[in-house]
C-alpha cells in the first residue's frame, strides 16, 4: 500500500485519540455501575450458587431489553448453544449449516451433540452467513422426505441452521429464516456478540426458533462467564430451564431426575454481576455507536481500508468494530504495527474448515470467508474508561 506508515500513524493516532495512552486492550470489561454492591449483598445473602433472585431478574432483564418472551441463563454461551441445539431437536448425526467465518464456540457446540457441521458463505458486507449462498446450497444438496430436509450426498438430516450476527452486524435472518422455513429446517441464531443489533426494530436473535447470547468478558456486557438462551415459545423455554438445570422434578426434597440434564444454571453471583451490568447497557451501546462514527469518518474517503458498517435497515451494537484491508500483506503489516505500539488489533478467526476438527466438512467453496479471512482486522472498541461521566454531561 502506497503511504502505509503515514496510514498507520494516523491510525493509531486516531485509536489513542479515542482510548487514551498507554496499552489499548482489544476490548474490555467495564465496571463503574453498581457491580460491586450487588456483588458484595449476594455474598452477604449467602445465595452466591444455583439458587437465588438474581438469576431470575437477570433473565427478565434481558427477556424485557431484546423482546423475547422467555430468556433462560445458563454458564456461557457455548452451553447455551449446546441445549439450543439440542431443543431444536438435532441428534447424534444429523447435521447443522452454519458459517465457516465464526468464533469456534459455534461448531463445538454441534460436535457436543455429534452432528456434523456444513458451511456455507458469507456476505461481504455483513460478515454473516449469506442467504443467498444458503439457498443455493440447499437447491443443490438436498432431498425433502417427511417434511425434512436431507443432504443428498451424506444421506444425513440437515437438522438446523445456525447462522452468527458476526462483530454484531446483523446478517441478513430474515431471508435466512425464510429459507430454511421453505426447507423444515430450524434456525438458531448465534447472537453471542449482538446484544443490542436490531433488524429494523426487531432485536437480533428473535428471528429463529432459539437464540443464544454470551456475557463472557469480552462481550458488550459480562457476568464474568455466562449466556441466555432466548426463545418466544413456551413449550422450549420450559424444556431449556428444565435440562439446564439437572431436570430436577420439582419436589420440596426428594431427589428425582427425569432424563439426562446438565448443570449449566447460571450461578447468583455472576446475575448479580449482570443486573448491574444491563442497567448501564443503553449508555454502553450509545458510547459504543460514537466510537463506530469516530473510527467510520476516519476511514470515509481513504484508500486501503474499508470499515465495516451496519447495512441499511439495521443497528449493530458495534461490538468490535472491523475494517477490511486491501490485501493479506497490507493487514499483516497494520497487526504487526498497531501491535508494536501498543494498540491491540487482531485478525478476524481462521476459518472452521482451517482447523483440524472440521477440515473434512462439507462447504460451498467459501470464495467470500476466504477472502475476508485474509483481510479483515478488528480495533479497539472498548467504552473508555471515564466515558459515561462524559456522557452524563
Ligand atoms: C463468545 C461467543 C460464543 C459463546 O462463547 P462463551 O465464551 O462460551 O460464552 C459463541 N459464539 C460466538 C460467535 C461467540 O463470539
Redesign the pocket.
Known amino acids: 500500500m502506497k503511504g502505509q506508515t503515514s496510514f498507520f500513524e494516523a491510525l493509531v493516532g486516531q485509536i489513542r485519540l479515542i482510548h487514551g495512552d498507554g496499552p489499548v486492550p482489544l476490548h474490555r470489561p467495564v465496571f463503574e455501575g453498581n457491580e460491586k454492591r450487588y456483588l458484595s449483598e449476594c455474598i452477604d445473602s449467602n445465595f452466591v450458587s444455583s439458587v437465588g433472585a438474581r438469576v431470575a431478574e437477570f433473565e427478565r432483564q434481558i427477556a424485557e431489553f431484546t423482546g423475547a418472551r422467555h430468556a433462560i441463563a445458563t454458564?456461557?454461551?457455548?452451553?447455551?448453544?449446546h441445549v439450543a441445539l439440542r431443543l431444536a431437536g438435532v441428534e447424534p448425526g444429523d447435521e447443522v449449516i452454519s458459517q465457516a467465518l465464526?468464533?469456534?464456540?459455534?461448531c463445538n457446540?454441534v460436535s457436543y451433540i455429534g452432528a456434523v457441521p456444513v458451511f456455507v458463505d458469507v456476505d461481504l458486507d455483513t460478515l454473516g452467513m449469506s442467504p443467498n449462498a444458503l439457498c443455493a446450497w440447499l437447491d443443490a444438496h438436498t432431498e425433502r422426505r417427511d417434511g425434512e430436509a436431507y443432504n443428498k450426498t451424506t444421506g444425513r438430516r440437515i437438522a438446523a441452521c445456525v447462522p452468527?450476527?458476526?462483530f454484531g452486524v446483523p446478517c441478513r435472518i430474515q431471508d435466512i429464516v425464510s429459507t430454511c422455513r421453505d426447507y423444515g429446517i430450524p434456525v438458531v441464531e448465534?447472537a453471542?456478540?449482538s446484544l443490542g443489533s436490531y433488524v429494523g426494530k426487531r432485536h437480533s436473535g428473535t428471528f429463529g426458533a432459539l437464540a443464544?447470547l454470551?456475557?463472557?468478558g469480552?462481550?458488550t456486557i459480562t457476568t464474568g462467564?455466562?449466556?441466555m438462551i432466548i426463545t418466544d415459545d413456551d413449550a422450549l423455554a420450559k424444556r431449556a430451564k428444565h435440562i439446564t438445570t439437572t431436570s430436577k422434578v420439582p419436589h420440596p426434597y426428594e431427589f428425582v431426575h427425569d432424563e439426562v440434564g446438565y448443570n449449566y444454571r447460571l450461578p447468583n453471583l455472576n446475575a448479580a454481576l449482570g443486573c448491574a451490568q444491563m442497567e448501564r447497557l443503553p449508555a454502553m451501546l450509545a458510547i459504543k455507536r460514537e466510537i463506530a462514527h469516530r473510527y467510520r469518518d476516519f476511514f470515509a474517503g481513504r484508500a486501503g481500508a474499508r470499515f465495516v458498517e451496519e447495512p441499511a435497515g439495521t443497528t449493530s451494537n458495534y461490538w468490535l468494530n472491523a475494517i477490511v484491508l486491501d490485501s493479506q500483506r497490507d493487514r499483516d503489516e497494520l497487526l504487526r504495527y498497531t501491535n508494536e505500539q501498543g494498540v491491540m488489533t487482531r485478525p478476524i478467526w481462521r476459518l472452521m474448515t482451517g482447523l483440524p476438527m472440521f477440515k473434512d466438512c462439507q462447504h460451498d467453496g467459501l470464495v467470500n470467508s476466504l477472502w475476508l479471512e485474509e483481510r479483515v482486522v478488528n480495533l479497539p472498541s472498548s467504552v473508555p474508561e471515564g466515558a459515561f461521566g462524559r456522557l452524563r454531561t
Open positions: 454458564v456461557n454461551g457455548t452451553a447455551a448453544l465464526t468464533f469456534i464456540a459455534t457446540a452468527m450476527h458476526t448465534d453471542a456478540e443464544t454470551s456475557f463472557n469480552n462481550k462467564g455466562g449466556g
